[in-house]
């Protein structure tokens, strides 16, 4: 019984299995096509991307622990020929209930979900009206059994274009 009792404080104190984010920001995604292959100190940490008119491609690190998330926010408009790859690490690929939609005023415009095998979300920019304006995020949950799942919401400059991501194997 007092075992029991122990665990549960161990649990609720944060020496028991737990995921939460840390405190600070992870390093930027830069402005420039030199690929980023994301090591665990990108694990539970919002990463803010400054890429703009390059096309980069941004590899995940290799995910162990359920719960355990990677957190992109475009922190500028994907603009031009701006393109964004996210990649999944390893043999880990998205999640078929993983979603990227496109949100134009106060309605979704445009949405796609993952199939199975895809390993691939490409987040495309625009010369005029780009769907990843600043503030789009995405979400990317480890759930196990090597799948990841990805919640994306762009976020449209001007009126945004409703193909600007899509999931590819």
Known sequence: MNELILNKLEVASGKGSMTSMKAVAGTDIADSTAALAMDSSYINRITFSALDGAAKTV??????????????????DLVASGVLTIDCGGSQSFDTG??????????????????AGETKLVLTGAGTNSGVGAGSKVKLTYLGDDKILAECLCQPLGTGSNTAAAFAA
């Open 59 to 76: 590899t995940l690190p290799t995910f162990t622990n359920v719960g355990d998330s990677v957190t992109i926010i475009q922190k500028v």
């Open 98 to 115: 993983s979603y990227a939609s496109f949100v134009a005023a106060s309605e979704t415009t445009g949405f796609d979900a993952a199939t």
